[in-house]
Nanobody, 115 residues
């Protein structure tokens, strides 16, 4: 059974940093495009950042220059380094592993930015 497990969420003050991790199992991780999405209360889930199997990255405009996505194929893990966090970054963050028509979602991790 494929597993996609996020970790690293928590409560942080504005301007602070967090690093999210998403570890996968039972997929050929290096072949998958990995993405981080988020969903705030009352809003639709949105793409935050993604990284392809070839290390190409793209980011939502709202996080460019603040967030960095990276992957470690040896550890089957993708990371999201979040710096200069803002109140508007508060959401549940989800990891998606995508290859062709295959989609595997994690259960999400809560990030709360609050003073």
């Amino acid at each position: 059974q494929v597993q996609v497990v996020e970790s690293g969420g928590g409560l942080v003050q504005p301007g602070g940093s967090l690093r999210l991790s998403c570890r996968t199992s039972r997929i050929i991780f290096r072949d998958y495009t990995m993405g981080w999405y988020r969903q705030a209360p009352g809003k639709q889930r949105e793409l935050v950042a993604q990284i392809s199997s070839g290390q190409n990255t793209n980011y939502a405009d709202s996080v460019k220059g603040r967030f960095t996505i990276s992957r470690d194929n040896g550890k089957n893990t993708v990371y999201l380094q979040m710096n200069t966090l803002e109140l508007g970054d508060t959401a549940v963050y989800y990891c998606l592993a995508r290859w062709g028509q295959l989609r595997y979602w994690g259960q999400g991790t809560q990030v709360t930015v609050s003073s």
